[in-house]
C-alpha cells in the first residue's frame, strides 16, 4: 500500500541555515513524488514534483528535492532559510494504475524560522 | 479570478443547520477533489468528480452531500453536522483524475466550525 512518512512534525532553523525536511514514501510501482507548501489560512501550493525525469527536482523559491529509489526518500531542501519560509510542508506520492490520480500525503512538517 | 476559489472562507453553524461550500476552477480541469483537513491528521480525500461524474466517495457521511453541475462548479452541502466535523475543508482540480503525475490545485479552504 502506498504511504508516506515525514520524519519530524516540528523543524526549526535559524535564518539563513539549511532547511531539510524529510520523506519517505512506500510504492509498488514508480511513485510520482509531490511537495506542498500550506501558509497559514490558505490552501496548499505546488513546490515541486518529480515524474520520472531527472531525479533531483528544482521547485519554486529556491527549494529542490532529490528522488533515491533505493532509500525510497524525496527529501526537500533549501540552502539558506527565510522567514517567509516558515509555513508546514506535506510530501504525497501518486502511482497512476489502479489508484488512478489519487495522492496519498503525509502528516506534514511544520517549519519554524527564527530570526 | 484564476485558480481555485472557494467561498465563504469562514462558516460557523450549529448542528442543525444546512450550509453550502463553493468551489470555482478557472484552470479548464475535468477533475475535482473535497479534501478535509483536520488538526493533526493526514488530509482526507472525500469526493472525486472526473467529467462532473462523481468517482469516488471514501465513506463520508451522508450529511455530507457534494454535487457538481459543470466542470468549473463543485458544492458540497452540509447538513445535521457533528462538532467533530470542524475542519479546513479544501477544494482542488487537476487536468484529470485518470493519470497518477497530475498536480493538483488547490484553493485557500473554508474553515469550518460546527457549534
Known amino acids: 500500500a502506498q504511504s508516506v512518512t515525514q520524519l519530524g512534525s516540528h523543524v526549526s532553523v535559524s535564518e539563513g541555515a539549511l532547511v531539510l525536511l524529510r520523506c519517505n514514501y512506500s510504492?509498488?510501482?514508480?511513485?510520482?513524488l509531490f511537495w506542498y507548501v500550506q501558509y497559514p489560512n490558505q490552501g496548499l501550493q505546488l513546490l515541486l514534483k518529480?515524474?520520472?525525469?531527472?531525479?533531483l527536482v528544482k521547485g519554486i523559491n529556491g527549494f529542490e528535492a532529490e528522488f533515491k529509489k533505493s532509500e525510497t526518500s524525496f527529501h526537500l531542501t533549501k540552502p539558506s532559510a527565510h522567514m517567509s519560509d516558515a509555513a508546514e510542508y506535506f510530501c504525497?506520492?501518486?502511482?497512476?494504475?489502479?489508484?488512478?490520480?489519487?495522492?496519498?500525503f503525509g502528516r506534514g512538517t511544520q517549519l519554524t524560522v527564527w530570526p | 479570478e484564476t485558480g481555485v476559489t472557494q467561498t465563504p472562507r469562514h462558516l460557523v453553524m450549529g448542528m442543525t443547520n444546512k450550509k453550502s461550500l463553493k468551489c470555482e476552477q478557472h484552470?479548464?480541469?475535468?477533475?475535482m477533489y473535497w479534501y478535509k483537513q483536520s488538526a493533526k491528521k493526514p488530509l482526507e480525500l472525500m469526493f472525486v468528480?472526473?467529467?462532473?461524474?462523481?468517482?469516488e466517495n471514501n465513506s463520508v457521511p451522508s450529511r455530507f452531500s457534494p454535487e457538481c453541475p459543470n466542470s468549473s462548479h463543485l458544492f458540497l452541502h452540509l447538513h445535521t453536522l457533528q462538532p467533530e466535523d470542524s475542519a479546513l475543508y479544501l477544494c482542488?482540480?487537476?487536468?484529470?483524475?485518470?493519470?497518477?503525475?497530475?498536480?493538483?490545485?488547490f484553493g485557500p479552504g473554508t474553515r469550518l466550525l460546527v457549534l
Open positions: 482542488a482540480s487537476s487536468q484529470d483524475w485518470v493519470s497518477g503525475g497530475e498536480t493538483q490545485y
Open positions: 510504492s509498488s510501482v514508480p511513485p510520482y
Open positions: 518529480y515524474t520520472s525525469a531527472a531525479t
Open positions: 504525497a506520492v501518486s502511482e497512476g494504475g489502479s489508484t488512478l490520480g489519487r495522492l496519498y
Open positions: 484552470l479548464g480541469h475535468n477533475a
Open positions: 468528480y472526473s467529467l462532473e461524474e462523481r468517482v
